[in-house]
């Protein structure tokens, strides 16, 4: 009898802690979060790596943060050896996606082609029904910006033609970046302001949606 006694203090005190844990670890997340959500990076670099989070947040959860403050930043040096610590790490599907998405994003648009290729190489490990259209985009985009192909031109300039204004934008800049590769600065230009307008109306339309949801 005393042993089982003890054997359910045991547990008792466990689940208490591991509920202490969770909160913790949620609550040390949360803040992080809200410091780049503000863009008070100064205060995050400081408490980044402080024990609390050594200690409550996983080395993948503090290295995204990472991550996410260097991209903000456009810290390139410090995203590219955050991306390198990333090459060999384990990861969950998600992870990976959420990762190399971010990775892609930034360093396709500085036209690196060996850290666009790598995210794009670990986004197809994890390409499935539900991402598969977003990712078809990015390489799509690796196609203009790395590879300087013109292959999506007529594909782009008809899917143009039929976005509604507000949405013409996105392929407005694919379009002018196209042009600009082939040394087209007329088209380039025409692309570059058409983008710079439309994306004046998307922004006026999430404004104006906005407002109608608030009332």
Known sequence: MKYIYITGILIIIGAILDFLFVTFRKKQSEKMGALLEKGDYK?????????????????????????????RQDKYDEAKKLTDGFKKAGMKKNEQYSVFTMIFNYFVYKENREYS???????????????????????QIYRIYIEKS??????????????????KYASDFLI????????????????????????????????????KNKQ
């Open 117 to 139: 290729t790598l995210a794009l190489e670990k986004l197809r490990e994890v390409k499935d029904s539900e991402n598969a259209g977003y990712i078809d985009s990015l390489e």
């Open 43 to 71: 205060a995050f670099d400081q408490e980044i790596d402080s024990f609390a989070n050594k200690y409550f947040l996983s080395v993948f959860n503090r290295n995204f943060m990472k991550l996410t403050s260097a991209v």
């Open 176 to 211: 002018a970046k196209i042009y600009e590769n082939k040394k087209d600065k007329k088209n380039m230009s025409k692309y570059e302001k058409a983008g710079q307008q439309h994306y004046a109306v998307f922004q006026q339309k999430l404004k104006d949606t906005y407002m």
């Open 150 to 167: 013109d292959k999506d031109l007529e594909t782009l300039l008809a899917q143009n033609e039929k976005m509604p204004e507000e949405y």
